[in-house]
């Protein structure tokens, strides 16, 4: 089955800065990757997702990058805000199917003011 | 509109005991799933219904778990004879394609 990796597992950034967080994948027919933020003790939400038929998607201050070759794909958020402190989790879906999404360990994003 | 409902929110039951987690999705949303969520983990699937009938079971850890939903909407999570270890917090999401809207979630304490 689908194998997703999450790293890190904590990151600590000063407001303004650019954060990243990479996961990596094994099944090649993974064609769709969602990340969700989950602020403590609220539920996942989805902020950002991308196809395997593109390579880069934008959204304001968040982006997330995909490299189907290497089975890795990446969330980037620029000039980052307090509010942007949360757990961030990448997912796959398995097996080219609609339904099963396999999740990372999530990243606990902290943004220091 | 309303988003997915869980309850309760929060349960603290003694081992051994039973117990029943509910969910109610977005309606019209013909897919539903249930994961598990502990302390520092990332989630965990359970189960997957599409409609009412449940293609894949293959999360659910041991046959003291068990789900059903009727008449495409409600869901209902039974966990038997609950010992320490099934203590987490429980997600149910539903989808009517490919974003997974989640509830909040039922917290569970298995003393």
């Known amino acids: 089955g689908e194998n997703v990796e999450q790293h890190p597992s904590t990151l600590s950034v000063q407001e303004g800065d650019s954060a990243v967080i990479k996961c990596t994948y094994s099944d090649s027919a993974s064609n769709y990757f969602p990340w969700y933020k989950q602020e403590l003790g609220k539920r996942p939400q989805l902020i950002i997702d991308?196809?395997?038929?593109?390579g880069e998607k934008k959204d304001q201050r968040i982006a997330v990058t995909l490299n189907k070759t290497a089975k890795h794909f990446s969330l980037h958020i620029t000039e980052t805000q307090p509010e942007d402190s949360a757990v961030y989790f990448c997912a796959a879906n398995s097996g080219g199917s609609n339904y099963k999404l396999t999740f990372g360990k999530g990243t606990l994003l902290t943004v220091n003011p | 509109g309303a988003g997915v409902s869980q309850s309760p929110s929060n349960k603290v039951t003694e081992k051994g005991k039973d117990v029943e987690l509910r969910c109610d999705p977005i309606?019209?949303?013909?897919?539903l799933y249930w994961y598990r969520q502990s302390l520092g983990q990332g989630l965990e699937f359970l189960i997957y219904?599409?409609?009412?009938?449940?293609?894949?079971k293959s999360g659910l850890p041991s046959d003291r778990f068990s789900a059903e939903r009727t008449g495409g909407s409600v869901s209902t999570l039974t966990i038997q004879r609950t010992q320490q270890e099934d203590s987490a917090v429980y997600l149910c999401a539903s989808t009517p394609a490919n974003e997974q809207f989640f509830g909040p979630g039922t917290r569970l304490t298995v003393l």
């Open positions: 309606s019209g949303h013909t897919a």
């Open positions: 991308i196809r395997s038929n593109v």
């Open positions: 219904f599409q409609g009412n009938s449940a293609p894949d």
